[in-house]
């Protein structure tokens, strides 16, 4: 157990409708992260958060947005889905150490239909 | 995009045996680490070695890292059924700015050990 949860597990929705996924960081850790792995485009970072600020930004769609709240806790929001943002989501959190390990939470899984 | 390849995409060996897998990235760095991924799960951190170092261990781990060459190798000694799972390397950039805190991962190799 890494420490990060992320919640749901699951999420089976439509085109065009609007998700949030949550992330819950290890204890005391001020960085967040979000990737997203399909299997055509591997494991692809999306975003960085540290204390609240957006650190580094991948290559997130311009449908895609995140937030890191003043209790450390993430959302990433996917909005107007299209079938092709089928994928895992994960969530990992890292220390002071800005290029450090990352810790892993155990992802949700999007299906769009 | 993802700035590894891996190398093999596929593995398969008997328990007993070592499993060598690479990885070739392409801009600077300011270290690699290689993460595990057991099929569908969360990435486990396994191993972190920066540019400056050559090599490293960690129990059955030992890593490698060639900046003239861009390339990483990862080693499991006497290795398992339970270490079948998916390998990736991920790099993080040297540069600051935008790319800080920046990972980005290899393909990945697939590891299998057979009992």
């Known amino acids: 157990d890494s420490g990060v949860t992320q919640t749901p597990k699951h999420l089976i929705t439509a085109t065009g409708q609007r998700v949030t996924l949550r992330c819950s960081p290890r204890s005391g850790d001020l960085s967040v992260y979000w990737y997203q792995q399909s299997l055509d485009q591997g494991l692809q970072f999306l975003i960085q958060?540290?204390?609240?600020?957006?650190?580094a930004k991948g290559n997130i769609l311009e449908r895609f947005s995140a937030q890191q709240f003043p209790d450390l806790h993430s959302e990433l929001n996917l909005s107007s889905l299209e079938l092709g943002d089928s994928a895992l989501y994960f969530c990992?959190?890292?220390?002071?150490?800005?290029?450090?390990?990352?810790?892993f939470g155990p992802g949700t899984r999007l299906t769009v239909t | 995009s993802q700035q590894g390849e891996e190398d093999p995409q596929a593995l398969s060996i008997q328990e007993g045996e070592n499993a060598t897998m690479n990885c070739s990235y392409k801009?600077?760095?300011?270290?690699l680490q290689w993460y595990r991924q057991n099929s569908g799960r969360g990435l486990v951190h396994l191993i972190l070695?920066?540019?400056?170092?050559r090599e490293k261990h960690s129990g059955r781990l030992r890593v490698t890292l060639d900046t003239s060459k861009k390339s990483s190798s990862l080693l499991i000694t006497a290795s398992r059924a339970a270490d079948t799972a998916s390998y990736f390397c991920a790099t993080a950039p040297n540069a600051g700015g935008t790319s800080y805190g920046k990972l980005t991962f290899g393909q990945g190799t697939i590891l299998t050990v057979h009992p």
């Open positions: 070695i920066r540019s400056n170092e």
């Open positions: 958060y540290y204390n609240g600020e957006e650190r």
């Open positions: 801009t600077s760095i300011n270290n």
């Open positions: 990992a959190s890292s220390g002071s150490g800005l290029r450090g390990e990352q810790y």
